[in-house]
């Protein structure tokens, strides 16, 4: 039910916007997370916001990517600015509600030159 795009091949200091859109009926979104996972690594999160539009964002991350939703599409946003190699990893978002957590697919970004 969760479909993430935006991946892709992209030089250091370039950017790409990940975009992650829950389709179906999904009761009382709560937070709309984007998570990590580089080879070898543990998947690891990188940015959460509330309903309410509270951000988290990783040390690894802030002042770079920037997590944003638009509840009335049940969309969640991951801009990310000034792409760095060790930023390369598959993306996945997650969508937690009141009855379940919902994973989408995952999206590869590599970041190389």
């Known amino acids: 039910q969760l479909q993430a795009s935006g991946g892709g091949l992209v030089q250091p200091g370039g950017s790409l916007r990940l975009t992650c859109a829950a389709s179906g009926n999904i009761f009382s979104i709560d937070f709309m997370d984007w998570y990590r996972q580089a080879p070898g690594q543990r998947r690891e999160l990188v940015a959460d916001i509330t309903s309410s539009g509270v951000t988290y964002y990783a040390d690894s991350v802030k002042g770079r990517f920037t997590i944003s939703r638009d509840n009335a599409k049940n969309t969640v946003y991951l801009q990310m600015n000034n792409l760095k190699p060790e930023d390369t990893a598959v993306y996945y978002c997650?969508?937690?509600?009141?009855?379940?957590?919902?994973w989408g697919q995952g999206t590869l970004v590599t970041v190389s030159s």
């Open positions: 997650k969508i937690e509600s009141a009855l379940r957590d919902y």
